[in-house]
């Protein structure tokens, strides 16, 4: 009886500490931080965003990293952009742009655009953004894609000219992609670390708050050029863990996040998910740089004809991706149809004979990253299965990210190695950057394959482009360079009160957004 | 007395020594930062470029004497991401992870220490056996599922709190719960067994027999001597739970120390990390410093040895 009432009593003290601390008592005031205890989102509220990391810092055009493009393209506009479907460009703050030779662009600038602070967009913030890029002393991250930029001139208030010091066709690419509008006035005025944690740019949003790896705060811009914009207040709020990105997302605290795990789409309600096809595509790279089987086309070839990517995709990726059959995706402006390599185990022994080997005789390595992308390091275990099969012996290592990433530089991997790659909307951005003997992203190398590269990168017509691609497309596919697997699926949990469509370049502009 | 605290003090001094030191090489083995800095695009000699800029192409020995040479002044670098002085980002921290550190640090005191004293008290009762029991479970559970279970009953479900982030006493009760329960467990057995060797004693069997009540029994005679080791723990386990904290605070998304180290370890932002390991070290040392002096000013002994 006695051990009972102390019990009661321990019992008691705890259930009133506890209650002690549900005291909506805020530490520095701050009331919107308090979960939204409705079952469904508050239309009324700011709409939280979760993400996985913060920003490391919201000045434009420094720290080429998703997550920091992502946030701060609420806050400065781009010149052009992509059409969040279809790819395509289109004018955002330029409003048309052509050759005037092969190394000259001209831009002409869209007016009466106001920043925050309220000074005016013109041809100059576009050379400040530029010219901070190309200035080594900034230590710009973009600066590595914007070398061939040799100067910027401003030719009116809303006119400019970008010379290169080489024909550069992708350059408009390179604008869409990685270029923001800073106002130059204000960076100048306070200087650049002050401009990087309290950003002005022309976006939908104005900066409010930002507290490091917990929120960012933004207001609509009053007087965004394009209309004020409807949701009125956001916040992106920074939860690391999935589970507790899950765990908000069904307490009400935010009303969407990306990166669904394939395997956890199951808990969502199936009206709560929205998925798009991305323009991320993984692969199984065969390298043909390091000494063994794979140097000989047949083994490649073999490869591809033993590995069942559909089967994989639907099993191990329950269906989330899309097949792809060559280098580049459906989404690739410049993709072409490939022949797809059918499964059939039978034929992949047969090539391997032919190639003077017996599939039993053949051990190879397959590094994988963990966690990088859908369930990496299971297809690795899959695809080695599957090879197993028919006799072939793989050793699959797992890696660290940088570790993978570094072995892949430095040419240390073994014979075979999953890996990503995009967003990739345009075959130079791809093949140039995968089949070269300097880009170390697929290990696979040919002479012919490069020079034909070179070729058509230079070219400024489109059409001879288109065919030059095409057949490189081919080529690579022929020679079975890689083993094609899908295009990753982008896979958000959005609560019904948001009217949001994902977009193919994985940003989240709020400004598209509304409130159902 | 004060040849031991100079003696301490250069032990201090060598412990952030080499801690550092372990750190420095420990997390150059995870990679070349610059390659996940840089688009996966970039050109060679541009990566080469960037090597240079961020001095990871000298020799890793004068990156060493370097870095050792900032960080006697204080000077750990910048964030390579972010350009941001290095140990003002951790310092700009700290005040999150003290509060979460000093909150489940006393949760844990004002539960474990009675939870102990009882158990003593009441040896091989059910309350006892209860109690151990828990505790053991306690130290058992591993903190990120402690932590995940709470969210998944207390914020997801149940509504009461919000999962994560930091700014309201809201946000503390779960991550501040989490923490403390290694803490009561490890504090709970102590106390015990403290409680225990002091109940055995003759001075206190004498005492109980002169008739004092029990409650006088215990928190004046028991209690206060066994505290001494108990409040070793306890400071030792400050330490832990200042610089432990990297798991729950990554769990509750909290904006502490072990958030930014964790994120800058993912980012390979080498200064930050370092700055980081510098001032935890540094907490960690001070008080088990602190704590040996107090020791030697309560036990003499120990300043002869």
Redesign the interface.
């Known amino acids: 009886m006695r051990n009972n009432k102390l019990l009661i009593t321990f019992l008691l003290i705890i259930t009133m500490l506890l209650a002690a601390c549900t005291e909506s008592t805020n530490v520095d005031g701050n009331s919107s931080s308090s979960p939204d205890s409705s079952s469904g989102a508050n239309s009324q509220g700011p709409l939280v965003i979760g993400f996985e990391a913060d920003a490391t810092t919201l000045l434009a055009n420094h720290d080429v990293n998703y997550t920091t493009d992502t946030l701060i393209r609420n806050i400065y506009d781009p010149l052009i952009d992509r059409d969040s479907q279809t790819a395509e460009f289109v004018p955002v703050l330029a409003e048309e742009w052509k050759n005037i030779d092969e190394k000259t662009w001209y831009l002409k600038l869209k007016e009466g655009i106001k920043f925050h602070n309220g000074a005016d967009f013109n041809a100059n913030a576009v050379k400040f953004s530029i010219d901070y890029i190309l200035d080594e002393s900034n230590g710009s991250f973009y600066r590595s894609r914007w070398a061939n930029v040799e100067e910027v001139v401003v030719l009116s208030d809303y006119e400019v000219e970008i010379h290169t010091s080489v024909p550069f066709p992708s350059l408009i690419q390179r604008i869409a992609e990685d270029l923001l509008i800073i106002e130059p006035g204000y960076v100048e005025e306070v200087g650049i670390e002050k401009a990087s944690s309290k950003p002005v740019g022309t976006g939908a949003y104005t900066f409010v708050e930002w507290s490091r790896d917990n929120h960012l705060k933004l207001k609509a811009f009053e007087d965004y050029w394009q209309g004020k914009p409807e949701i009125e207040e956001v916040e992106f709020r920074i939860i690391p863990e999935f589970s507790a990105r899950m765990s908000a997302f069904m307490s009400g605290e935010i009303y969407l996040f990306k990166n669904i795990p394939v395997d956890s789409v199951k808990q969502f309600e199936s009206n709560e998910v929205k998925q798009i096809s991305s323009s991320r595509i993984n692969y199984l790279a065969l390298s043909n740089l390091v000494d063994g089987p794979l140097k000989d086309v047949k083994v490649r070839q073999a490869i591809n004809h033993a590995i069942n990517a559909n089967e994989l995709l639907e099993t191990v990726l329950s269906g989330y991706g899309s097949r792809i059959t060559g280098p580049l995706s459906q989404l690739n402006a410049d993709y072409a149809e490939t022949k797809e390599y059918d499964y059939d185990p039978d034929l992949a022994v047969k090539l391997i004979e032919e190639a003077g080997y017996s599939p039993e005789e053949l051990t190879l390595t397959l590094d994988t990253p963990s966690g990088r992308y859908p369930m990496d390091s299971h297809i690795a275990q899959a695809i080695a299965s599957q090879l197993q099969s028919i006799g072939i012996n793989v050793e699959v290592r797992v890696n660290e990210w940088g570790q993978h990433l570094e072995k892949i530089q430095k040419r240390e991997t073994g014979d075979m190695y999953i890996l990503g790659w995009g967003p990739a909307f345009d075959a130079q951005s791809t093949i140039e950057n995968l089949f070269t003997l300097e880009a170390p992203y697929s290990s696979f190398y040919q002479e012919n394959i490069e020079k034909k590269i070179k070729e058509t990168n230079q070219s400024f017509d489109q059409e001879a482009r288109y065919a030059g691609y095409a057949e490189l497309q081919q080529q690579l596919v022929e020679q079975a360079a890689w083993v094609p697997l899908w295009q990753q699926a982008d896979l958000y949990a959005v609560k019904s009160s948001l009217n949001f469509s994902p977009r193919v370049d994985e940003k989240m502009n709020v400004f598209e957004m509304s409130w159902n | 007395m004060l040849d031991f605290i100079i003696k301490r003090l250069i032990q201090v001094v060598i412990v952030v020594f080499l801690a550092l030191t372990a750190v420095f090489f420990l997390i150059r083995l ?4 610059t ?10 000699e ?2 080469e ?2 090597r240079e ?1 961020l001095g990871f192409n000298r020799p890793l020995y004068v990156q060493y004497t370097d870095f050792m040479k900032g960080a006697i002044q204080g000077d750990f670098g910048e ?1 390579l ?4 002085d290095a140990l003002g ?1 951790v310092l ?1 921290r700290m005040p999150a992870t003290f ?1 979460l550190a000093f909150s489940a640090l006393l ?1 844990s005191i ?2 474990a220490i ?2 102990g004293v ?1 158990s003593a008290y ?1 040896r091989n ?3 006892d056996k ?1 109690s151990v029991g828990i505790t053991v479970i306690g130290q058992a559970i591993p903190s990120f599922w402690f932590g ?1 279970i709470l ?2 009953i207390f ?3 149940l ?15 779960l991550p ?1 719960i989490t923490l403390a329960l290694y803490s009561v467990s490890r504090f709970v057995r102590f106390t015990r067994s403290a409680m225990l060797d002091v109940l055995n004693k003759d001075y206190i069997r004498t005492t109980k027999a002169a008739g004092t009540p029990t409650s006088t029994l215990i928190m004046k005679y028991a209690l206060k001597n066994s505290l001494i080791p108990i409040l070793t723990l306890i400071a030792l386990d400050l330490g832990v739970l200042l610089g432990g904290a990297v798991i729950t605070e ?4 909290w ?1 502490g120390v072990g ?2 180290l ?2 800058s370890l ?3 932002d080498f200064p930050i990390v370092l700055a980081g390991v510098f001032i935890i070290a540094i907490i960690y040392a001070v008080i088990n410093f602190i704590t040996d002096i107090l020791y030697a000013y309560v036990n003499p002994q120990i300043r002869v040895k």
């Open positions: 995870s990679g070349d930062p390659t996940l800095f840089l688009p996966p695009d970039a050109p060679r541009q990566i470029e960037y800029l964030s991401r972010s350009g941001d980002l700009e509060q949760l004002i539960i009675p939870l009882l009441k009762t059910l309350f209860a995940l969210i998944f914020a997801a479900q509504k009461f709190f919000p999962s994560s982030g930091g700014g309201s006493v809201n946000h503390m009760v501040v990554a769990v509750f998304s904006p958030r930014l964790h994120q993912m980012n390979r």
